[in-house]
């Protein structure tokens, strides 16, 4: 059973960090590009699938934490894959509770018109850029968990 929860540890984690490298850095850019013509349908789109690998993301970061806190006990604390899940999980809650229904709402005031062709486009842009830094930040503690950290959890 214990090897059973170390390959699912391994998976759930590849899932979550792999889906978002996947969604942000290929998906994403590719329907902005594929859908040039139509860019109210990529952002839709891409919106939608950010929104949906937030909740993969707290799915999995719950799944993650607890393994770790039953496989180690108060020893998962003074660990640094504890505390990178722990960053990771509080931007998603940040970006799936607070930036994407914010974004979300902008765009719905500034109908019928896109968001940044309204009055509203320096607040969209605005909130956008900090959803974008707060994803980066996410990947790159997601690349230093499974190239190196997550090592220290076996």
């Not at 590849?14 to 109210?40: C, E, H, M, S």
Request: with cysteine; aromatic share 12%; net charge positive.
């Amino acid at each position: 059973m214990r090897r059973l929860a170390d390959a699912l540890y391994d998976i759930v984690l590849t899932l979550w960090v792999g889906g978002q490298w996947a969604i942000g850095y290929l998906v994403a850019p590719t329907l902005f590009a594929a859908l040039a013509n139509d860019r109210r349908l990529a952002g839709s789109l891409a919106g939608r699938l950010f929104e949906l690998i937030g909740w993969v993301g707290l799915a999995c970061a719950s799944y993650l934490l607890l393994f770790l806190l039953l496989r180690m006990g108060t020893l998962a604390l003074r660990r640094w894959n504890f505390w990178l899940i722990v960053g990771m999980l509080l931007l998603t809650v940040v970006s799936v509770f607070g930036i994407q229904p914010l974004l979300a709402q902008l765009k719905a005031d500034a109908l019928p018109r896109e968001a940044m062709e309204s009055v509203l486009h320096n607040r969209f842009a605005t909130w956008h850029g900090v959803s974008s830094v707060l994803y980066l930040v996410q990947s790159v503690l997601g690349l230093l968990l499974v190239t190196g950290f997550r090592r220290d959890a076996k």
